[in-house]
C-alpha cells in the first residue's frame, strides 16, 4: 500500500517537474525577459534625482520639429545645468502625434531601449540630430544602430520585437496621461514643485535663457 | 431760423429716443469689452488652479517670444506690465473713467494685438497665442475675436469722443426758445 503511494507520489512529482520544465522553455529569450510595465518605463526614460526641488515633464514627438528644436537648444544644456546639479528632474513623456507617420515607431523604439539599455539619453540624442533623416525614410532602427554599441542594439532589437505590444502600451499610457492634462501639442512641459499645483507651460520650443531665469527665480523662492 | 423751430421740435423726439439707445449700446459695449479685458488678465496671473503672481511673467513671457518679435528681455517686460494694464484699462472702461483715453488705449492695444496675431499667421509661426491665458492657441480663432473687439473698442471710443464734442456744443433748441 506504502509502495503504491511512493509510486504515485514519485509519478506525480515527475509529471510536475516536466511540466515546469515545458512552461521555463516557453519563456521569452533572456534579453526580452524583464517585462516593464509603463511606470517603470517612465523611471528609465528619466534623468536625474527624483529628489531635485523641481520636476519638468516634457510632453515630445521624436518627429516634431519644434521639440527637436526645443531638445537640442534647450533640453541639453538644462541637462547639463540643471539635471546633473541635482536641482531638476527630468520626465520625459511620450506624445507622438497622428500628423508625423514614423514618431509613433520612434517612441516604441525609445522605449525599447529604456528596457534594454542605459542609454536612452544617448538615443535621444541621435534620433533628434539626425530627425530629419529617418523621418523621411523611416529608418529609425539605423539611426539607432549608428549610435548605440553593437550589443546594446541587439538587446534593443530584441525587446523590441518580444514586447511591441507592452511597449506600444507604454506610449499610449504616456499618451492618455497629456490628453488628461490637456496637451493638445508638443513639446508641451509641465513643472512641478513639491507643494505646488503644476503648472504647464505654454506648448511650443521653451527657450532656454528664459527657462533659466524661471527656474533660478523658482529656485530662490523655495 | 423762426421756420426752422418747428422741424427741429418735431424731430427731437424721435433723436431723443435714438441717442438714448445709443447711450445704452455704448454703456453695454464699454462695460463688456472692459470685463473682457479684465478677464483677458486674470488668466494671465490666474491658471492651473492657482494665482501666479510671482511667476506670471515668466509663463506669459514664454507665449510671447513664440511671436519672434521681441528681444527676451523685452518679452519679460511685456509679460510683467501687460496684465496690469488690462486691469488698468479694464476698470477704467467698466468705470466709465477717462473714456477717450481709455477706448483710445483699448483700440491701440487691439491693434497692436492683431497686427502681430496676423504677422504670425502670414509668417506660419506655431505661436502661443496668450491672449487668454496659455491655453488658447488658435491665432485665427483670437484674430476674429480681437477684431469684434475693436470695433466695440472703436465704437466705445467714437462714442466717448462725440459725447465730449456735443456737450461743448451750443444746444439747438435754446436759439430756438430764444
Known amino acids: ?222 | 431760423m423762426v421756420e426752422a423751430a418747428p422741424a427741429a421740435l418735431s424731430s427731437s423726439a424721435p433723436s431723443a429716443s435714438r441717442r438714448r439707445y445709443t447711450t445704452i449700446a455704448l454703456l453695454i459695449a464699454r462695460i463688456a469689452l472692459g470685463a473682457i479685458f479684465v478677464y483677458a488678465a486674470y488668466t494671465k496671473l490666474h491658471y492651473a488652479g492657482a494665482w501666479h503672481l510671482h511667476d506670471y511673467d515668466f509663463i506669459f513671457a514664454f507665449g510671447i517670444t513664440s511671436y519672434q518679435m521681441l528681444s527676451l528681455q523685452n518679452a519679460l517686460w511685456l509679460a510683467r506690465v501687460l496684465p496690469w494694464l488690462e486691469v488698468a484699462l479694464g476698470v477704467l472702461l467698466i468705470g466709465g473713467i477717462a473714456l477717450r483715453w481709455a477706448g483710445s488705449a483699448a483700440t491701440a492695444l487691439l491693434l497692436i494685438f492683431m497686427t502681430a496675431l496676423a504677422r504670425a499667421w502670414m509668417l506660419r509661426l506655431e505661436i502661443t497665442c496668450g491672449c487668454f491665458g496659455n491655453q488658447s492657441e488658435s491665432p485665427g480663432r483670437e484674430l476674429l475675436l480681437d477684431g469684434v473687439l475693436l470695433l466695440l473698442a472703436v465704437s466705445v471710443t467714437a462714442g466717448a469722443f462725440l459725447a465730449r464734442c456735443n456737450s461743448r456744443m451750443p444746444n439747438p433748441t435754446r436759439h430756438v426758445t430764444k
Open chain 1, 1 to 222: 500500500m506504502i509502495r503504491s503511494w511512493l509510486k504515485v507520489a514519485s509519478f506525480s512529482f515527475a509529471v510536475a517537474l516536466i511540466a515546469s520544465q515545458l512552461a521555463g522553455q516557453a519563456k521569452p529569450a533572456p534579453a526580452a525577459k524583464s517585462i516593464l510595465t509603463a511606470a517603470e518605463l517612465t523611471l528609465k526614460k528619466s534623468i536625474g534625482s527624483p529628489q531635485a526641488p523641481i520636476t519638468l515633464e516634457i510632453f515630445s514627438d521624436y518627429q516634431c520639429p519644434a521639440c527637436q528644436d526645443m531638445y537640442l537648444h534647450t533640453t541639453l544644456p538644462l541637462i547639463d545645468n540643471y539635471v546633473n546639479t541635482g536641482k531638476v528632474y527630468l520626465v520625459h513623456r511620450d506624445f507622438p502625434l497622428d500628423m508625423h507617420p514614423y514618431s509613433h515607431q520612434a517612441a516604441r523604439w525609445l522605449n525599447a531601449v529604456a528596457a534594454a539599455t542605459t542609454l536612452f539619453e544617448a538615443a535621444e540624442i541621435a534620433l533628434y540630430s539626425k530627425q530629419e533623416q529617418w523621418g523621411s525614410t523611416g529608418n529609425i532602427e539605423q539611426t539607432l544602430a549608428g549610435a548605440l554599441p553593437a550589443a546594446d542594439m541587439n538587446k534593443v532589437r530584441a525587446i523590441e520585437l518580444a514586447q511591441r505590444t507592452q511597449l506600444d502600451a507604454a506610449v499610449e499610457s504616456d499618451v492618455a496621461l497629456g490628453k488628461s492634462r490637456n496637451v493638445n501639442g508638443t513639446p508641451t512641459v509641465f513643472v512641478i514643485q513639491r507643494g505646488h499645483p503644476m503648472v504647464p507651460l505654454p506648448s511650443g520650443p521653451v527657450p532656454y535663457p528664459l527657462l533659466k531665469q524661471y527656474l533660478d527665480s523658482l529656485l530662490q523662492q523655495r
